[in-house]
């Protein structure tokens, strides 16, 4: 799922809207630092890195952890999609629009990655 994602901005639409928005629109920083922040906890409790004791004090109920610490992180990327949403109504801008064939070029793509990865789950 996530190399369907990061490969979705090899698509010239779709780094375009990237880049502008960057340039354009005022990024949550508060957010997007707690959004990190979370990312970290969550990784070091999945991957049992140097700073697991501070998170874990009982191993039987790590995947447990793992989950619940999982949602603050979810929160934090849905408060941002919510911000980004929210400026871009206030502001009246409009995404780039895109044509039949990108669309078509882009459902090509989708499916393509789609089986890919489904080649990949079946090989041992």
């Known amino acids: 799922m996530i190399s369907v994602m990061a490969c979705a901005l090899l698509l ?14 005022s990024l949550p920083m508060w957010d997007i630092l707690l959004l990190v922040l979370y990312f970290v906890i969550v990784d070091t409790i999945e991957h049992h890195l140097l700073f697991t004791f501070l998170f874990v004090y009982d191993t039987a109920r790590t995947d447990l952890l793992e989950e619940l610490f999982e949602l603050p992180f979810m929160f ?18 409009k995404t780039v629009s895109i044509s039949h064939s990108a669309l078509h070029d882009i459902r090509n793509y989708i499916i393509m990655m789609n089986n890919l990865i489904s080649v990949n789950e079946k090989s041992p």
């Open 76 to 93: 934090s990327l849905l408060a941002i999609a919510f911000l980004l949403q929210r400026n871009e109504k206030q502001t009246g801008t």
């Open 12 to 25: 010239p639409v779709i780094r375009r809207e990237v880049i502008r928005r960057f340039r354009q629109e």
